[in-house]
């Protein structure tokens, strides 16, 4: 630890050295005992100061959690000698949000060591990491002053919320792996597709009774087979608009993390694409292991500039499997990403956009070439979303007061009667 001098030693010294001038001054050896006391204390805590080799630990009660629940902290304290008075500080980032306890607080460290409890409630998704510790301890006269820093880190993951989500967008195709998805082809399975005359070879439970005493003749039912499919989440993280502490980036991570949920749940295989300054994939997969991979990444991206020109050629073939099903949540503000979501449609995947608006982070200004400069950029958002529609790819525009479900089922209703024509 760095030792300092405390104001208080200052003006020990300053008073105990007035006396002795004092005394030397008037030639009168009783205005030296006044000094006296102030002297003696100097030497007392000269001889008595040592550093008191602070230790810490932090613990927490569990290590994720969603926005907005709490978190325990414990901070134990050790020392190798006692301080009568250590200031403590618990370094947090501005999402995380003390609601028990103090901090910074004051407390008397011995070796036996001391706990300080805090409650913390997280406000914002995100990865943190807590444990660096800025310390300031005292010794008994209050005369000098020791200051560190201890690092103790302890990560912790603040998941987002998941948006309240009744109906998926459903795929074109599906794939041959069982799951909750029917297959639009006739198959095996529980959902009644269509009637058909009795072939050789068919199963005799698959017999429609009723139907073939009608018609004379053995009619059997046909179903549609039950599968799963591939879900491919494009995340852009090209740029993002934002207003103070705000934008649409929070929002986007928020209804990815919600999409992928709700389709890992109805055992589809879910991937991911973080495209932007930094790319980053997962390639598809199933069940819980992959829904906390996701996660994981979502909370680690971030908007960082770039000005290489990337095509959607850089993601790795295997992210983006045949037939799958790519969800784009993009705020559509960058060309790199607008032209890669355009290029996968022209290659025949099956593209949805959900469009996360920059409208309420963006303001027109004063001034009349400002307001024509907002209308404009306004009215090429608009031929945006006319170009896309032309190439066969639904867009629904989101906010985040807005429930995402909304924009889902609209998305939902255009494919319902848009023919997807294979490019």
């Given amino acids: 630890m760095t030792r300092a001098a405390a104001p208080k030693l200052t003006a020990y010294a300053t008073l105990g050295g007035l006396g002795l001038l004092a005394a030397l001054v008037t030639g009168r050896p009783e205005l030296a ?10 030497a007392a805590a000269l001889v008595l100061d040592a550093d008191p080799e ?7 009660d569990r290590d994720r959690l969603l926005e907005g629940e709490e978190l325990g902290v414990e901070l134990r304290l050790t020392a190798a000698r006692t301080a009568e008075r250590a200031e403590l500080l618990l370094a947090l980032p501005a999402t995380l949000t003390v609601i028990e306890g103090s901090n910074p607080t004051s407390v008397r460290v011995t070796p036996e060591g001391v706990t300080v409890r805090l409650r913390l409630r997280a406000d914002r998704w995100g990865g943190y990491t807590i444990g660096h510790l800025h310390v300031r301890a005292r010794d008994p006269f209050g005369l000098f002053v020791r200051t560190s820093e201890l690092h103790a880190p302890t990560p912790i993951r603040v998941f987002p919320r998941e948006e309240a989500l009744r109906e998926l967008l459903r795929p074109a195709e599906t794939q041959l792996g069982s799951g909750d998805e029917l297959s ?12 058909r005359p009795f072939a050789f070879g068919d199963r005799v439970r698959r017999i429609n009774w009723r139907a073939s005493a009608r018609r004379g003749e053995l009619w059997v039912n046909e179903q549609h087979p039950e599968r799963n499919a591939d879900v491919v989440l494009f995340l852009d993280s090209f740029a993002e608009a934002r207003r103070g502490g ?21 055992r589809d295989r879910v991937g991911l694409v973080s495209f932007g300054g930094v790319l980053r994939w997962l390639t598809p997969g199933m069940g819980a ?4 991979r996701i996660v994981d990444a979502l909370l680690d991206t971030e908007i960082l500039l770039s000005y290489a020109w990337k095509s959607i050629d850089v993601v790795p073939p295997r992210t983006l499997p045949p037939q799958a099903l790519v969800i784009a949540v993009t705020p559509l503000l960058d060309e790199r990403s607008v032209n890669a979501l355009l290029d996968l449609r022209a290659r025949g995947f099956d593209v949805a956009v959900v469009e996360v608006s920059p409208l309420p982070y963006v303001e027109a200004g004063r001034g009349r070439l400002r307001e024509l400069a907002y209308r404009l950029w306004k009215l090429r958002r608009d031929a945006l979303r006319a170009e896309y529609l032309a190439a066969g790819v639904a867009v629904a525009e989101w906010r985040e007061d807005e429930a995402l479900a909304a924009a889902l089922g609209e998305v939902t209703a255009f494919r319902r009667h848009a023919k997807l024509a294979r490019v």
């Avoid at 705000?246 to 109805?266: E, F, M, Q």
């Avoid at 292991?289 to 906390?292: A, D, E, I, K, V």
């Fill in 289 to 292: 292991t992959q829904l906390y």
């Fill in 184 to 195: 639009r082809r006739k198959g095996e399975g529980l959902e009644f597709a269509d009637l």
């Fill in 246 to 266: 705000a934008g649409t980036l929070g929002p986007a991570v928020r209804a990815a993390a919600a999409i992928a949920s709700r389709y890992v749940r109805r």
């Fill in 54 to 60: 602070l230790e810490a630990e932090v613990d927490v």
């Fill in 33 to 42: 005992a006044l000094a006296l006391p102030f002297l003696a204390v100097l």
